[in-house]
């Protein structure tokens, strides 16, 4: 099992295969590594394709204290795996709480970030703050309670997440097996230690302005807490580029493989390009 060792010594499970221009593909919440198999099969003949298990997710260790989990930490993180694999620099893909770690790395370490393909970005940004965070409390202490019960109902019944189920029954199946091997653990240290500290993305607009790493911005059509985040990374990041997906929820890049897939390949074949 191949394992990088983050800056505190946490184990986190990677799989790179394929070669070429290297891609790292970093999950979301209620994702792992095999969020990414699509990508990784479609992608792999071409560019050397990433994927790890984020802390807290096994086989990557689960710390106990929630003081090991953060966004800052998150975006280290994509370093460590980064270095283990020996790469100087990749091309950085994110979905959702992915996507916020791989802003945040690119804004810390621009010269290891060839471009950064940020999908379904800054849910949460546009709640009133105390409310964001006593609802994340809220759904943490949830799953703390009922535990996988919890983590199926959290993840399958929410408006952005049933276009899987109507467009891929088979797709959708293989997202609820892979939340039957989450850590409830894990998963309550990462809301209470990404999600509910993480401050919403315009905070961040300064950085963003004076950021000038190619960027792809992807957003499902009918993921309405990412319209307004995903429009304005449109408008405050230098070049930065939108594509919206119709009929598409939180989840764009396994409900729209192919879409994303070709869009991913030739966004970075133009950045390659240019380098």
Known sequence: ?????AADGVKLYYEAQGSGAPIIFVHELAGTCRSFDAQVAALKPRFRCITFNARGYPPSDVPPSVDSYSQDIAASDIGAVLDAVGEKDAHVMGVSMGAAAALQFALARPSRVRSAILCSIGSGSDAKPDDYVANMEAMAAKVEKNGFAQIRENFTTSPAR????????AEFEKFLDELAHFSVLGLTNTMRGVQKRRPP????????KAMRIPTL???GGDDAGCAKPSQFLKA?????????LPNTGHG?????????????????DAVEARR
Do not use: C, D, W
């Open 1 to 5: 099992m191949s394992q990088a060792t």
């Open 162 to 169: 049933v276009k899987l189920k109507e467009k891929n029954a």
């Open 201 to 208: 993305l315009y905070v961040h607009e300064a950085r963003i």
């Open 217 to 219: 911005v992807v957003q």
């Open 236 to 244: 405050t990041l230098p070049g930065a580029r939108l594509e919206i």
């Open 252 to 268: 764009v890049n396994i409900e729209e493989p192919e879409r994303v897939n070709r869009m991913v390949a030739e966004f970075i």
